[in-house]
């Protein structure tokens, strides 16, 4: 039990003689609730908030968060480019003199090519109402996130089907009776209260299918679990329709009464019957449609998940988008146990907080990635930040050319695909600032390095979590920064200052928190006892024979016809584009693919010693079959070559016949070449830089990046 630590001394007793800390853990972007146990500036044991129903648990990176912050490799103090860009050469600054460069920079660049020069992206989240209130003060609407390489495609999904974001599209998996997770590793891609979640949902009874190109933690706890030929779920999808339709199994009741554009998608999916998708799948008929007839016997309580990290085809968006029509279809939409509207405080009868961004008015400037006049489907809020680096050196008309980027707890030269092609394109910034409390090849290459405190020495502004239950959060500061680093709201008051930005400037953790707080009837100490407020005692459900979905046509749109009147006429976007079979990969090639290993976060936890200690390096998976035509065995080690035969490391090989033949697969984010990072250097593949090209690879109805187009071949090394 974990109340079970031994005891020891200290002032300030709460357990085991201990001091305890709210706060939120910081080691990948679920922001789970934590508590942290300290004695004299030193934390003892990380546990999942004993408050919340984590009740002590958290998943191995984030009890790695204490080699996190003992770490002597990250950056200690404000650093000043010496060298040539990415020649590591630095020079130690003060905090002061660090952001007079910055702010002064800016200052000149904005004077001399007008104030939308500034480009800001960052990992979005609970935690940006700050900084986007920051850039409205600077006067720049380019605000970009990582989205294109990771969800975007899914969050356009939500948005086309059910007019709602991916953040406010709630799945009720407790009480769910079926979940579908296509590419979808719900235990080792983690949001560890999901995770559990779900578990619990399983010994409940709840039906679990998964579909991927390989098998997976989450497979082996799966009911029913189809290895699919890579790029084919929209066939198989498409199938499942038409399944749906022409066996009579859908929600004819719900459809006529809550969605929109029925016809039209019953007429698209006519000829893609389960015997044709089969073939395309590489899957048994019977598996498409004997998933539809139990689909069918749960409804409504089915949840066909849009996917995550959905950057991968140049169809993922509609991968994502059935999804949500075969939910809708079975009237799982805003069903208890379906996918539901997430509830605001609003919705509880209670003000939210007070807003950063209000301080200043929206900017109206044209973007540099074009969205919201080119592209009204498009979020805005999320951006295309790959369109946005073309600015640099080759604006949209009328647009005036990015010059400072500000690259914020984001690492888009590992994050993004082909870094040698995105170099030169960042090589044409006046300044690039990199904000980070890791190394990342992004610090590597920046201009001035701003270091952060780790979450466990930093505050963060105050959360609002929208969902069932809505809650305030908040991160306190558990432990002072080992190094000369600083909070988010520190940097940005401190450029604020510079910048004669006075709203922001905040001269304490509290004085932020207060500003948040103001008409809320709350007080920071409100949140002392648990670290979060909920808004409610009880789930929210909205009515579902009475609630309006916020599309156009206040239903759901099964044709997604809002969404696409979004585009510009002439772009040609089909909401119901026609499905086109993936090439095969050429002779002696396989499709790269990737994904998350459960004890690592992207590629910054390679080098925290206890996490590495897990897992040194990524292995090569492939299929037994073609391992055996490859002359490969156990045992051996092989190099990656790119589409142009480039190196693009070595690792270890796994040898399963539990991986589509057309596939190798790799666990994202290793293969790094940063010197100062003595454990993940040169240690496993770089899948990022196998993607020659992908900077202008794009779906084009979702927007995401089309990461697995890519292919490689293997040499065995030695
Ligand atoms: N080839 C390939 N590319 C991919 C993926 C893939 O599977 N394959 N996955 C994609 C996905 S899903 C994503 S989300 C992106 C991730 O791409 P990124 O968002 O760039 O990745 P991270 O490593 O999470 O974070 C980037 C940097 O921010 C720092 N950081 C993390 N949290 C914080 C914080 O709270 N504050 C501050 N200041 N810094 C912080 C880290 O130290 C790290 O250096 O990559 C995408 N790209
Ligand atoms: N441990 C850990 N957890 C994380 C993260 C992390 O870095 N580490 N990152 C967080 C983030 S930012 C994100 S976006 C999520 C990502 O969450 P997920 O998207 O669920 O995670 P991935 O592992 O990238 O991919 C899921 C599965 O897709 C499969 N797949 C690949 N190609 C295909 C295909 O063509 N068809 C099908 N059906 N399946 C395919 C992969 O084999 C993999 O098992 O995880 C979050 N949680
Ligand atoms: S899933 Fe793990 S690493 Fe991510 S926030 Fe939760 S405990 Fe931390
Ligand atoms: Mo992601």
Redesign the pocket.
Known sequence: SIFMVHSLSGERCSMNGNQLTHSVC?M??ARCPITVETCNDTVKMLYGNLQSPLKGALCARGVAGKALLEDNERPQSPLIRQGARGEGKWRAVSWDEALDHVAQKITEAQNRYGRQTVLWSD?EGP?TDLSRGFMRGLGSPNVCS?SP???LNAHHACKAVLGLGRGMTVYDFANAKHIVLQTRNIFEAINLGEARTVMQALRKGCKLTVIDIRQNVTSSKADKFHIIRPGTDYAFNLAVINTLISENLYNKEYVRAHTTGFDALAAFVAPYTAQWAAQECGIEPRAITDLAHALAAAAPQVIWHPG??T?RYADSFQVGRTALVITALLGGTGAKGGIVPGRTPKDCGKSGLKKFVDLYPAVKLPRADGLGFENKAFDPGKGLLHKAFDAISSPPEGVPPVKVYMA?????L????DPDALKKKLDGLDLLVS??????D??WYADVVLP?ST?LERESIIAGKNGLKPQFFVRRRAVQPRYDTRA?WEIISGLSRRLGLDSLVFDSAEAVWNFQLEGTGLTIEDFDAKGFISLTDDALYVDQSTYAFPTGSGKVELSSESYGKGFAENAGISMLPPYISPQSPPEGTFRIT???VAVH????TVNNPLLYEQVPENTVWINTDSAKRAGLKPGDRVRVLDARGGNMGEAGIKITAFIHPEAVFVV??FGHDLPCESLAVDKGIA??K??KGGLDLQDQGGGGLS?QEHFVSLEKVG
């Open positions: 910081g990948c972007s990992r935690f990582h390489s990771c969800d995550w990290m950057s914020w707890r984001h690492d888009p590992q994050g993004f695909p904000t980070t409390f890791s190394w990342s992004t610090a952060m979450y988010d990737f994904g998350r976060t992207q590629g910054h994202h984010g899948d990022n196998c993607l990461l």
